[in-house]
């Protein structure tokens, strides 16, 4: 069974995010996972599938209070959503989204559509970022590609000196209308003649062959706020594409659609992120563990008041210097245990909204040496002696096997020596006699 994800991380929200932010998170992800857009995509009809889940739920009230205190085992017993039920959007938030998803059209009917002009399409980009940049937001420059106005038509797809003729199918409107379940009711779409632009063009425009829109690439500089997390998105307003089709003597820029950039935060070689909280790993040696000591912890972006341990102590440590890279002065208690917790107070990451940051969780790592010197295991053996603690017996060495085997053999040629010397005179003095007879 497949797991179902945080409708909150689906959206790229807050839990303390509005209606409004809700809403524009939905669009966004309806107009770029919509399967009209995305023909023969079944991953994009799965995510358009699970981004108007997670609306039907965050947008409701009642649900989603049920939500944040059950999680999905709570809507299911009080019997969650199955599908997007659009009789909860208001009618103007339905054209709307028609709107931006197929370019224009609605239902014919209802209160007679949107009013105003539409607006063109938004878009998406990423950037990645460090925790560090968390700590303190940063400036980043983000480059993208969007549509826009052809310079050489003006957006009118028609060859420069020439002009579009009237659509002959919609007569100039741009809409025709189409009837259903015996006429039922009708439906108003754009024209399949002329694409909702109400005019057919002759000759096309050698600059964007009569799309009156060519692609240019853009840089700009985008404001990165403290606190933000991994997979929400900063809207930059006006930085997104033109409608298709530009009503006669609107504004460009004002029409524009907005630019979403999605935040990807890195992940850290020492820190990990829980929420606006900070953990991380402290290596402290067994001595330090057993006798106690002050150790650096490293910082991101300042210090902190002080410190308490799990074991009810308090660290009377004082504040880290200011700025990224600082550190914070510990005090590791006597008789510290492996994992045991610390937490520094201020030491974690700004909150987006409050801008209070959370806290520094340090878990003790006693490593234990893997090599000894000769002093070090002999004060080793003499602790494990006072507490009548078992261990293995002194292990030797390589070179030390050597001397000793040198040391054995030197010792036995000795002995041979003397017993040959020995040998040799009792012979001599023997034959020496024997000539004197």
């Not at 649900?63 to 039920?85: F, N, S, V």
């Not at 560090?132 to 038509?153: A, N």
């Not at 106690?292 to 102590?313: F, K, R």
């Not at 520094?360 to 090599?371: F, G, N, W």
């Amino acid at each position: 069974m497949p797991i179902q994800r945080d409708y909150y991380e689906v959206l790229s929200v807050e839990r303390t995010a509005d209606g409004e932010e809700i809403k524009r998170a939905y669009r966004r992800l309806a107009m770029k996972y919509h399967p009209d857009r995305n023909p023969g995509d079944t991953e994009a009809e799965v995510k358009f599938k699970e981004a108007a889940e997670a609306y039907e739920v965050l947008s409701d009230a009642q649900k989603r209070q049920i939500y944040d205190q059950y999680g999905h085992e709570g809507l299911k017993r009080g019997g969650g959503p199955a599908t997007h039920d659009f009789s909860r959007m208001h009618v103007e938030d339905i054209f709307s989204m028609f709107n931006d998803i197929f370019g224009g059209g609605g239902f014919g009917g209802a209160r007679g559509g949107r009013s105003g002009p539409v607006r063109g399409y938004d878009l998406e980009t990423e950037v990645e970022i460090t925790l560090e940049d968390v700590v303190s937001g940063i400036e980043r420059e983000v480059d993208f590609t969007r549509m826009d106005l052809c310079e050489k038509c003006a957006g009118s797809g028609a060859k420069p000196g020439s002009k579009p003729q009237t659509c002959r199918t919609c007569g100039g409107q741009g809409k025709v209308q189409q009837s259903g379940l015996g006429g039922m009711f009708r439906m108003v779409t754009s024209c399949p003649a002329c694409g909702g632009r109400g005019q057919v063009i002759t000759e096309f425009c050698d600059g964007c062959r009569g799309k009156g829109r060519v692609p240019k690439k853009r840089k700009i500089a985008v404001r990165i706020p403290p606190g933000i997390s991994d997979g929400q998105a900063v809207r930059v307003r006006g930085e997104g594409e033109p409608p298709a089709q530009m009503p006669a003597g609107a504004s460009v820029e004002s029409l524009r659609g907005d630019l979403h950039v999605v935040v990807r935060v890195a992940e850290h070689g020492v820190y990990q992120r829980e929420g606006d909280h900070l953990v991380m790993e402290l290596p402290i040696s067994f001595a330090q563990a057993a006798l106690g000591a002050e150790i650096d912890v490293p910082m991101i972006g300042g210090g902190a008041p002080g410190d308490t341990g799990d074991n009810g102590e308090s660290s009377k440590s004082g504040p880290a210097p200011g700025g990224t890279g600082g550190t914070h002065k510990l005090t590791v208690p006597r008789g510290t245990q492996h994992g045991t917790l610390f937490r520094i107070e201020g030491g974690g990451l700004p909150n987006l909204r409050t801008g209070r940051r959370g806290d520094l969780v340090v878990a003790s790592k006693v490593e234990i040496p893997r090599k000894l010197t000769s002093q070090q295991e002999k004060l080793l053996r003499e602790f494990a002696a006072s507490e009548n603690l078992s261990v293995l017996p002194e292990t030797t060495g390589l070179w030390k096997s050597i001397k000793e085997a040198l040391a054995g053999g030197a010792t036995g040629s000795a002995g041979t020596g003397a017993g040959g010397a020995a040998s040799g005179g009792e012979s001599g003095g023997a034959s020496g006699g024997r000539k004197r007879k």
